[in-house]
């Protein structure tokens, strides 16, 4: 996990204690500014060792890997380089929400 006390102290609903890395953490913080509907994907019964599968908002599922940030829209994938969203945050979440609004840009 991410860091277990800080997520413990900052977690607003019991998937969030699920997050891993830093990255994955900072998406999902970042697609929860974005929209309030973001949902975790994870699977049913959460324990220990429990991982959050990807993220849902507004018709897109958004997983992350080591390098790589992965965008399912409407039967059509995007990939984001984690080094660049650690660089820009702000500007990759620009273009994967344009992906949901009007296909990518």
Known sequence: ???AEYLLN??????????????EYRLWQELKRISSTTETETSKDINKDSEIKGFSIEG????????????ECNGNLYDFS?????????GVMER????????PS
């Not at 900052?10 to 990255?23: D, F, G, P, Q, R």
């Not at 897109?60 to 965008?71: L, P």
């Not at 984690?82 to 702000?90: C, D, G, T």
């Not at 994967?96 to 296909?103: E, F, P, R």
């Open 1 to 3: 996990m991410y860091t």
């Open 10 to 23: 900052n977690a607003e609903i019991v998937t969030e204690l699920c997050i891993k890395s830093k990255e």
């Open 96 to 103: 994967i929400i344009n992906i949901g609004k009007d296909g």
């Open 82 to 90: 984690v080094v660049e969203f650690n660089r820009r945050p702000r």
């Open 60 to 71: 897109m599922r958004i997983g992350i890997s080591d390098r790589e940030i992965h965008v």
